[in-house]
């Protein structure tokens, strides 16, 4: 219970909500509103639940007219399967949510029409987070997809694009099929404007990536992964290449032959203790 209250003092309501409320309110659909607020709330609690349970630093929780975000202060550095339960405890909320109207409604607590409106709701909130756009719950599983395979830099690069490319695809089919909803182009300008945001931040976000390996928890990167590099490649360009969930050992070789290894804290203590992310890695080996 203790828990559970910590959680919703980091609950905060934003701007674009009551903008929709008294939309709603001088609508009449403020019963709708409601129930569209308690199946949002429900699954960024989810989120937040299951980020807690994992130990999560839990900035805050926003709540919008059409989802939720909840923003955590960790840097990419968390297992792969750990972020994944965190972002998949949201949509998992909507079956729980479906169950329990469904077993309201059999026992008539529930109305017929009750019953539709939320039901139709909750897939539609579900859907809609599970689309491939950041920050949404689909645009970061594409991330999680892209971590697998690629750095963390080039996989967080892709999926800001990609996620720019469903969206150009969703406001194309908007102006088909729906070209006069308010609410849809207000969900629109916000999308368009946390996906610039973020790519804007691309470099700090990085940055906060590799500073938390260099100065946080090492018991974390549990995988080893060496990376084979030139003497000649800059700091700056070989630790572009490292991955999420791995600790990498660099072997420094040259025409088939091995001339040392280094520790990627070697790496990253040029990087951030001696300012040299343009040295080059055989100057940070030679000492050694």
Known sequence: MNNLWILLQKVRIHPLFWLVAGMAVLTGYFYELITLFCIIFIHEMGHSMAAHLFSWRIHKIIILPFGGVAEMDEHGNRPLKEELCVVAAGPLQHLLLAAAAFILHQFSFLSAASFDMFMEFNLMVLLFNLLPIWPLDGGKLLYLLFSCYFPFLKAYRLSMMYSFIFLICLHLFVL???????SIWIVLGYLYISLWMEWKQLHYVFMRF?????????????????????????????????????????????????????????LLF???A???????????????
């Open 210 to 266: 590799l500073l938390e390996r260099y100065y946080g928890k090492k018991s974390e990167l549990q995988h080893l992964k060496p990376l084979r590099v030139a003497p000649f490649e800059l700091v700056n360009d070989v630790v572009r290449k490292f991955h999420r969930g791995y600790k990498h050992p660099l072997i420094v070789a040259e025409n088939g032959k091995e001339l040392g290894v280094l520790d990627e804290n070697e």
């Open 274 to 288: 001696e300012n040299r992310l343009h040295a080059k890695v055989k100057d940070i080996l030679s000492p050694y």
């Open 270 to 272: 040029a990087c951030f």
């Open 176 to 182: 088909i099929l729906a070209p006069l909803q308010l």
